[in-house]
């Protein structure tokens, strides 16, 4: 199994970015997908999650509103589209999947397998 996050990078305040993670070896219809991030000298944090269907969509509340997240099954990608992005979203992000489940979903133990990390920078 293969996560790979890409679409990180340097951007101003206010402004916008998409990531992608795309999976290999999974049956990615069937697994929920997710985003965390860990900022530097910061614990890993539960950003947004989709689940297998494509259904209800899970956001952190310093997030919501700003952050969306999506499924493209028959691309086996999951993006997170960032708008008015501040400084304190700078991080690592990290796309995780695990299979099926329920509730929410926000604890990183609830996920099985992890990408690599992609950067992205806000700052003036």
């Known amino acids: 199994v293969q996560l790979q996050a890409s679409g990180g990078g340097l951007v101003q305040p206010g402004g916008s970015l998409r990531l992608s993670c795309t999976t290999s070896?999974?049956?990615?219809?069937?697994?929920?997908m997710g985003w965390f991030r860990q900022a530097p000298g910061k614990e890993r944090e539960f950003v947004a999650n989709?689940?297998?269907?494509?259904?209800?969509?899970y956001y952190a509340d310093s997030v919501k509103g700003r952050f969306t997240i999506s499924r493209d099954n028959a691309k086996n990608t999951v993006y997170l589209q960032m708008n008015s992005l501040k400084p304190e979203d700078t991080a690592v992000y990290y796309c995780?999947?695990?299979?099926?489940?329920?509730?929410?979903?926000?604890?990183?133990?609830?996920?099985?397998?992890w990408g690599q990390g992609t950067l992205v920078t806000v700052s003036s």
């Open positions: 995780a999947a695990r299979v099926y489940g329920s509730g929410q979903l926000r604890n990183e133990n609830e996920y099985s397998f």
């Open positions: 070896g999974l049956t990615f219809s069937r697994y929920v």
């Open positions: 989709i689940p297998w269907s494509g259904g209800s969509t």
